[in-house]
């Protein structure tokens, strides 16, 4: 009790317990009890974006962090330092284990092309030394063409299967093997010889999908084209290598030295891949965190299914066949061919025969443009790449270097079939060699963008199409030079095709994912 007429000291009541949330599409006025603040501290930071008791923005501690579509920054080098990252990203590309999985394929392309062009020099001595035709020369030339035309298809559902290293690693065995043994097969008989020619074309038949392979598995999307330019760099190199070293070789060794030489290189490169390589970024022992990251991050954009259940079924054939984007691919890798194979196999008998240079001679002339080729092979797919992180459209720019690829040619060809001297006629076939490097970056590279799933057996099937148009090609011209004694009329004929080429992949090349499942 307290004694009367004293006063109660003035008490501040307890407070009300905190009234259960209640559950509304208002926000309560009410902070909560974890952010209740004594009066006259100050107010929390969020309440700065109040305003009339509503949130302009949402506070930033509950805000989704933003999406950095950039690459994550190497490791030790600094966000804020642009230039710094920049030479410091460069520095990781040049020394990562990707770009020496791009190196070894350019190596085995290389080794893939030199193999094969050595036929396009020892044409000339073995055709005076049996007395051959240019009707039987071109069919000689052909035999390989006829073995690449039994394997693509073969080889691309292989490659989706078992993974572009292992199959890699059996094609290159076994096509230095069969250029390793045509001295042999020659002294035997002329269709022994023909036998090796189109073994070399069946094992030669998956190098291209198994390449496409690797990479799909190896590089992010925004690095694709590079990827491919250094490995069609490779490839193009491989026939200035046959055709400069062959000449001098023969003239030391004879007639077949070339091929011994070449394909003793081929098991040293089968020796070096199978211990350096994995077949997957995941599966490589000395692939660093950061670089293994960046890969799997730079994939997921396209889902390629690797290894999954749909890759191991059988290839939806029909409805491959079925979609315009195909036939656009077909189209494309059937005049990549025609143009390739024709230059590739009568351009040292074309300087022959219309300027009369010697073998020696007319091997410079062929090999020059090869080697502008690999150069403006791999800048082309620096300028894709850069255009597709800039913003530009993947159909778009598969469209603008494809047509490059093609236009490029066609009008060169013309300026060719006008040249009056083996100069200028060279520097007309250099424009038009290294040009057409720019369908690597088209429809090369489009392979795996319209069915990463299927990429292997879809560029068996278009390399199917592109040795029938080979073939065509390099038996026509002999046969045109027969009936018309000049290789101009031919020419002419090529350079209309590259145009309508062109026309029929621009109306229908797409450089989206198409759905050949039925999923979709």
Known sequence: MTPSGQLLPLA??????????????????????????????????????RLHDRFLHPPPQFRAPARDPRPPTPPGVSAAGGGEAQAAAVAEFVTSERVKVAAMLGLALALCNADRVVMSVAIVPLSQAYGWTPSFAGVVQSSFLWGYLMSPIIGGALVDYY???RVMAYGVAL?????????????????????????????????????????????????????????MAGFQLGNTIGLLLSPIIMSRTGIFGPFVIFGLFGFLWV??????????????AQ????????????????????????????????????????????SANA???????????????YFKTIYHVNLRDAA??????????????YVAGLVSDMLIRNGTNITLTRKIMQSIGFLGPGIALLGLNAAKSPIIASAWLTVAVGLKSFGHSGFLVNLQEIAPQYAGVLHGMSNTAGTFAAILGTVGAGFFVDRMGSFRGFLIL???????????????ATGERVDFDGTG
């Open 364 to 377: 410079w002339f062929s090999a020059l443009p090869w080697v502008m080729m690999a150069v403006l092979g």
């Open 287 to 330: 692939i660093s965190a950061y670089e293994l990251e960046y890969i799997t991050k730079g994939q997921k954009l396209v889902k390629p299914q690797i290894g999954s259940a749909k890759t191991k079924k059988v290839p939806p054939f029909s409805k491959l066949l079925s979609k315009w984007p195909t036939w656009a691919l077909i």
């Open 494 to 508: 090529t350079s209309l095709l590259y145009f309508s080429s062109t026309l029929f992949w621009d109306i229908f």
């Open 271 to 284: 020796l070096v891949w199978i211990p350096a390589i994995s077949g997957t970024p995941g599966e490589h």
């Open 335 to 349: 005049m990549h061919s025609w143009g390739y194979f024709v230059i590739l196999s009568w351009m040292p008998v």
């Open 175 to 231: 096509w230095s093997l069969a250029t390793f043994l045509s001295p042999w097969a020659a002294g035997r008989s002329i269709w022994l010889f023909l036998f090796t020619r189109v073994l070399l074309g069946i094992a030669e038949g998956v190098a291209l999908p198994s390449m496409n392979n690797m990479v799909l598995r190896w590089f992010p999307h925004t690095e694709r084209s590079s990827a491919v330019g250094i490995a």
């Open 12 to 49: 501040r009541p307890p407070p009300p317990p905190p009234a259960p949330p209640v559950l509304s599409s208002r926000r309560s006025r009410c902070l909560p009890p974890a952010r209740a603040h004594a009066r006259g501290s100050p107010p929390p930071l969020w309440r700065a974006h």
């Open 163 to 165: 993974g572009g290293k």
